[in-house]
């Protein structure tokens, strides 16, 4: 008979940080606990004080953060390689393809337990920034792609959080593997209704047109530019402000160069803000924006878009299919086309009222407990019908038409 309930291992070394992917991990992993299936996670340093929640487990494999902004956390935890500890699994799913992401990989390889992995961030984008000479070489000459390659084809399944994030790893030779295209989803918690009124007396934004700008402030979102291009756009929308929110290493190159511009009294930077008053920062902006090309899906801008904000944002991978051009937002390829978008919104109070009525009408097939209820039914065709298929050494080609088929009988799903 089978099982009624799974027990889903959820590998991940960014699952106690702070960023887009780390929020996503979380969400998905209580959202699937609500579901009534355990889930069990493997990370470094977890912050034990969320473990209260009913069918969610932790495990820490240690590790050591050695840096705080950005948070960084280091885990090598080699040692557990060789003593497995997930016989108990029915499935792994494994979000980042990295240290805890190989040992999940070894342990489900050594068990016999299938294996599904969500792909957000590739390792070569970020390794020209944050290790500027050896990871420019690496990602110069390959060996980061040919790694994540030997890692990935080792899945039964690969999900991506949108189309364009298929088209990057596809030119990348991502050939091996079935992908399919489910978004990471936001939490309930963004749809609630709020009033902004008190972030406009604590920012001293008064009736202002407000841009924001919600992200880690490091050097792949652009910040710096925005700022530089506010100017333009502060000069022909002489009441407006920009909001800049979050934190991270470019903090005070960005702060230097509202000083360089004068701009102090027209751009904000909040640094950390809780939740409740991100939700209400979303209420309160006129436009919400994000200007890096490549984001594995953009959930900032998802989040803005739950309480009615339209986006403008770079026609760059991931962006380009969370923003609807013309429709919810404008998508841009060049900081020309940014201020002359977010120029437009700005004054055109009707064109706001459109696209944020869209905006709340889109966003809702992004909802995490629906997102988490495909998972489950993603998990149980793998485990069902898709890893016999790999384990008898079917031909590549009755998978792929297998995940086909799949996909499209699950709306919110796509191959």
């Not at 929640?53 to 840096?67: E, T």
């Not at 935890?77 to 240290?99: K, R």
């Not at 209820?373 to 790999?390: A, G, H, Q, S, V």
């Amino acid at each position: 008979m089978p099982k009624q309930s799974l027990d889903i291992g959820i590998f991940s070394y960014v699952y106690s940080q702070v960023s887009g992917i780390a929020k996503a991990v979380r969400s998905l992993s209580e959202a699937i606990a609500r579901t009534g299936h355990r889930v069990h996670v493997f990370a470094p340093c977890i912050r034990k004080n969320n473990s209260k929640q009913k069918n969610l487990f932790y495990h820490d494999v240690g590790g050591y953060r050695i840096s705080h902004d950005p948070e960084i956390i280091f885990s090598l935890p080699i040692h557990n390689y060789f003593f497995p500890e997930n016989e108990f699994l029915d499935i792994s799913h494994i979000m980042t393809p990295v240290t805890i992401g190989v040992m999940g990989l070894s342990w489900s390889k050594y068990f016999g337990i299938p294996i599904v992995g969500t792909h957000n961030s590739p390792l070569s984008y970020y390794s020209d920034i944050y290790v500027p000479i050896v990871g420019k070489i690496l990602s110069k000459t390959g060996f980061l792609w040919a790694f994540e390659r030997h890692i990935w084809q080792k899945f039964d399944l690969v999900s991506v959080p949108t189309p364009s994030k298929k088209k990057l790893l596809l030119k990348h030779r991502f050939l091996k593997n079935p992908l399919i295209i489910l978004t990471n989803g936001i939490e309930e918690f963004y749809f609630k209704k709020v009033d902004g009124g008190e972030i406009r007396e604590k920012y001293n934004l008064g009736d202002k047109k407000v841009l924001l700008y919600a992200s880690r402030q490091s050097p792949e979102k652009n910040i710096e530019k925005i700022v530089k291009s506010f100017k333009r756009i502060h000069k022909v929308v002489p009441d407006s402000h920009l909001l800049l929110v979050g934190t991270g290493p470019s903090m005070p190159s960005i702060k230097h160069k509202i000083q360089k511009y004068r701009l102090q009294e027209y751009v904000t930077q909040t640094g950390y803000v809780s939740d409740n008053n991100l939700l209400k920062i979303y209420n309160t902006a006129d436009i919400s924006c994000l200007y890096s090309w490549i984001e594995a899906e953009g959930l900032v801008l998802l989040e803005s878009m739950a309480q009615g904000t339209p986006s403008v944002g770079a026609n760059g991978c991931g962006i380009q299919d969370v923003i609807r051009h013309k429709k919810t937002g404008f998508l841009v390829n060049n900081l020309s086309e940014f201020e002359k978008r977010v120029i437009q919104l700005f004054k055109d109070d009707d064109l706001r009222a459109e696209f944020s009525k869209n905006c709340k009408k889109y966003v809702k097939l992004h909802r995490i407990d629906e997102v988490a209820k495909r998972w489950i039914k993603i998990y149980k065709f793998t485990i069902n019908e898709l890893y016999p298929l790999r384990y008898y050494k079917r031909p590549k080609e009755e998978r792929f038409q297998k995940v086909f088929e799949f996909a499209q009988k699950i709306p919110g799903i796509s191959f």
